[in-house]
């Protein structure tokens, strides 16, 4: 059958409450910018459009407006598959961030991806997990800044300019902790007093980060995930002997014809 990708307000929603929950974690060591695999046991309104900037410092981290794109990678040897590199930049601090790439399949990514701001390198840094081959990326660690440039690789199979096409799908998290003050008396001494601490987890997205930008355009190039005509995912039903189809849902809530058998 065939059936859009993230056609209704709802299934949009869905995808930010279970794909955005990352966990909180301070700045980590850069360790690397060489793509590596896994170890499989261990959105125009919406997001980004294809560019890579900022809008300006916003107080609500719950509500950040966060823009990227992705495009080919520098290949490195050794490494199978199509590589592809993405940036992003949000307007405020992050401490995590998803990328969500289905139906492509992630295969090696990078590690440790790159921190800048105006194009000097920053201090700052992420680190990535997720299992390969697989359809998300996790990162954390921090980012300081409004506009700061964070820039990485990953790889999948085929070619970028094959449909349906690459258009990842970001999410980003920002965490706080507020240690409460404690008064210790004379008499506790040597008695070990625990400050309390107050953990404030915020997320926002989902953000499209558009298809590859440096590609030839076809009838497709407009249908972005996030965006007014999201792309036709096409599915063979178990039955070998049939396929079936379901007609795209439009955004304004009616229904479209279903269940056309071919």
Same mark, same amino acid.
């Given at each position: 059958?065939?059936?859009? !990708?993230?056609?209704?307000?709802?299934?949009?929603?869905?995808?930010?409450?279970?794909?955005?929950?990352?966990?909180?974690?301070?700045?980590?060591?850069?360790?690397?910018?060489?793509?590596?695999?896994?170890?499989? #046991?261990?959105?125009?309104?919406?997001? *980004?459009?294809?560019?890579?900037?900022?809008?300006?410092?916003?107080?609500?981290?719950?509500?950040?407006?966060?823009?990227?794109? #992705?495009?080919?990678?520098?290949? $490195?040897?050794?490494?199978?598959?199509?590589?592809?590199?993405?940036?992003?930049?949000?307007?405020?601090?992050?401490? *995590?961030?998803?990328? $969500?790439?289905?139906?492509?399949? #992630?295969?090696?990514?990078?590690?440790?991806?790159?921190?800048?701001?105006?194009?000097?390198?920053?201090?700052?840094?992420?680190?990535?997990?997720?299992?390969?081959?697989?359809?998300?990326?996790?990162?954390? *660690?921090?980012?300081?800044?409004?506009?700061? !440039?964070?820039?990485?690789?990953?790889?999948?199979?085929?070619?970028?300019?094959?449909?349906?096409?690459?258009?990842?799908?970001?999410? &980003?998290?920002?965490?706080?902790?507020?240690?409460?003050?404690?008064?210790?008396?004379?008499?506790?001494?040597?008695?070990?007093?625990?400050?309390? &601490?107050?953990?404030?987890?915020?997320?926002?997205?989902?953000?499209?980060?558009?298809?590859?930008?440096? $590609?030839?355009?076809?009838?497709?190039?407009?249908?972005?995930?996030? *965006?007014?005509?999201?792309?036709?995912?096409?599915?063979?039903?178990?039955?070998?002997?049939?396929?079936?189809?379901?007609?795209?849902?439009? !955004?304004?809530?009616?229904?479209?014809?279903?269940? &056309?058998?071919?």
């Amino acid at each position: 059958m065939e059936t859009n !990708l993230l056609d209704t307000t709802t299934a949009r929603r869905r995808l930010a409450a279970t794909l955005g929950v990352l966990a909180a974690a301070v700045a980590l060591p850069v360790v690397g910018t060489s793509l590596v695999q896994a170890d499989s #046991i261990a959105p125009v309104t919406t997001g *980004g459009t294809g560019s890579t900037g900022t809008t300006g410092t916003t107080a609500d981290p719950n509500n950040y407006s966060c823009t990227g794109s #992705i495009a080919k990678g520098t290949p $490195e040897a050794g490494t199978p598959g199509t590589q592809v590199k993405y940036q992003f930049s949000c307007n405020g601090p992050i401490t *995590g961030y998803e990328i $969500e790439t289905e139906p492509h399949q #992630i295969q090696y990514f990078d590690a440790s991806p790159t921190a800048s701001i105006n194009g000097v390198p920053s201090t700052d840094n992420f680190e990535c997990q997720g299992i390969s081959p697989g359809v998300e990326l996790n990162c954390v *660690g921090q980012s300081t800044a409004a506009g700061e !440039l964070i820039t990485g690789q990953f790889t999948i199979t085929g070619k970028l300019s094959t449909e349906p096409r690459l258009d990842p799908i970001l999410i &980003v998290t920002e965490a706080t902790a507020t240690a409460t003050a404690v008064s210790v008396p004379a008499s506790t001494k040597s008695q070990s007093v625990t400050s309390p &601490v107050t953990v404030t987890q915020s997320i926002s997205g989902p953000f499209d980060l558009g298809r590859p930008v440096g $590609e030839p355009h076809d009838a497709f190039s407009g249908d972005t995930r996030l *965006g007014n005509h999201p792309p036709l995912a096409v599915l063979t039903s178990r039955n070998k002997k049939h396929v079936y189809t379901t007609s795209p849902v439009p !955004l304004d809530g009616t229904t479209g014809t279903t269940g &056309v058998k071919r």
